[in-house]
C-alpha cells in the first residue's frame, strides 16, 4: 500500500482505499451467502480462545490484508448466528445488503446529531415524523433516536420524572414531596428496573404488577395497587405499558392501563414499546428497532406526544448501561431464564 504522508492526508491513497473496500466485501459477501444454512451457534474451538486470549500486545502494526484474513478465518467463522434461519426474531436483525451497504457510508461520515448546521440532524428529525405516523401519535410528536431500546426507556422515564416532579433533574429525588411509584407488569422488560435505578428514583419505587392468564398486566390489580401505594403516602407518577413483552410478545390491555394512568398519575401514562399499534393517551412512546429494520447499529427511537411535554427537563442524551442480563425473567417461575433460553 502507498501511503500518502502529508499533514491531515489519508494514509491510503484512492485505490489502496478501493482494494482494502473489496477485501472487506469480499469476507462479508462469503459470510452473507452462508448465513441462512450455517448452524444456529458455532462454538470457538478452545485452542482458538486459548490463542485469542494469549497474545500480547502488539509492538508493531501488522498489514491490514492479514488482519483481515485473521478475522475471517478466526472471528467471521464462529458469529452469534443472527441471521439464520431459526434467528428472526432475536434482538438484533438479521443482516441484509442494503444495511451493510448503507453502514459503510454512515462509517465513512461519522455524522452524530450532537448539534451544528448538519443533514444528519435533518434525517433523524424526518426519521421520527414517519415513527410518529406509523404508531399513530398526534400531529407535533417530537422524539430522538438513541442507542437502543434500554436507553430509550430510561430517557422517557427521565422526562416523565421531571415532568411529574418537577425540580428533580437539578435537586434530585429529595426535592419531591412524595416518594415516587412506578408501574410496570412482572412481563416488562428488565431495562424499566435499571432506568428506575440510574434515575435514582430506586428499586423499591418499581411495583411490578401480576399479570393476567395471557401474560397481560393485571388492570384490576394496578388499581389496587396505586390506591393502596396513595393510602401509604406515595406518589404515583407513571405506569409502563408493552406493545409485545420480551417473553412472549403479548400486548397489554393499553386503552384501559391509558385510563387507570389519566386517573391515578395526575394525566399521563409512561412510555409504550409499540409496534404499528395506535396508542392515545400517553406521555411518550419508545420502540426497539433493531428487530425490525434490518439497522446495523443498536437503535430505538424515543418519541414525546407534543412538543412541551418535557420542554422543563431538557434532558442530556447520556450513553448509560448497566451489567444486568437483557433480558426480562419470566413471571411464571424462578429460574430467570428467558424463552430463548438465556
Known amino acids: 500500500m502507498k501511503a500518502e504522508r502529508g499533514r491531515g492526508a489519508p494514509d491510503l491513497d484512492a485505490q489502496d482505499f478501493r482494494d482494502l473496500l473489496g477485501h472487506a466485501a469480499d469476507i462479508a459477501a462469503r459470510h452473507w451467502e452462508r448465513v441462512p444454512d450455517m448452524p444456529a451457534y458455532t462454538r470457538p474451538p478452545d485452542t482458538v480462545v486459548a490463542a485469542f486470549r494469549a497474545q500480547p500486545l502488539p509492538q508493531r502494526g501488522a498489514p491490514v490484508h492479514e488482519i483481515f484474513d485473521r ?8 458469529p452469534l448466528g443472527v441471521g439464520q434461519r431459526r434467528w428472526w426474531g432475536f434482538i438484533n436483525s438479521p443482516p441484509h445488503p442494503v444495511g451493510i451497504a448503507a453502514d459503510l457510508i454512515a462509517t465513512t461520515l461519522k455524522n452524530n446529531c450532537a448539534g451544528t448546521s448538519q443533514i444528519a440532524i435533518q434525517v433523524e428529525l424526518t426519521v ?23 436507553m430509550a426507556n430510561l430517557v422517557a422515564l427521565a422526562g416523565c420524572r421531571e415532568a411529574k416532579l418537577p425540580g428533580t433533574r437539578r435537586r434530585g429525588v429529595r426535592a419531591a414531596a412524595r416518594q415516587p411509584t412506578i408501574y410496570a407488569s412482572t412481563e416488562a422488560h428488565s431495562c424499566v428496573r435499571r432506568a428506575v435505578e440510574l434515575l435514582g428514583l430506586g428499586t423499591d419505587a418499581l411495583r411490578l404488577v401480576p399479570v393476567d392468564r395471557e401474560y397481560r398486566m393485571d388492570v384490576a390489580a394496578l388499581r389496587e395497587m396505586i390506591a393502596a401505594d396513595r393510602g401509604g403516602g406515595l ?16 400486548v397489554d390491555p393499553l386503552a384501559e392501563l391509558a385510563d387507570v394512568s389519566r386517573r391515578c398519575t395526575a394525566g ?4 409504550i414499546r409499540s409496534r404499528s399499534i395506535p396508542i392515545n393517551g400517553c406521555m411518550s412512546r419508545t420502540r426497539r428497532a433493531r428487530p425490525w429494520s434490518a439497522t446495523r447499529r443498536p437503535c430505538a427511537p424515543c418519541s414525546r406526544t407534543a412538543p412541551n411535554t418535557w420542554r422543563s ?30
Open 128 to 150: 421520527m415524523d414517519w415513527l410518529a405516523q406509523l404508531v399513530g401519535l398526534p400531529r407535533g410528536a417530537t422524539g430522538l433516536l438513541v442507542s437502543g431500546g434500554s
Open 235 to 250: 406518589e404515583p407518577i407513571c405506569v409502563v405499558a408493552s406493545a409485545g413483552t420480551v417473553n412472549t410478545g403479548v
Open 313 to 342: 427537563s431538557r434532558i442530556p442524551i447520556s450513553r448509560v448501561r448497566s451489567g444486568f442480563p437483557i433480558w426480562a425473567p419470566s413471571s411464571r417461575g424462578s429460574s430467570g431464564r428467558s424463552r430463548c433460553g438465556r
Open 71 to 78: 478475522i475471517e478465518r478466526d472471528v467471521v467463522a464462529y
Open 268 to 271: 399521563s401514562s409512561g412510555p
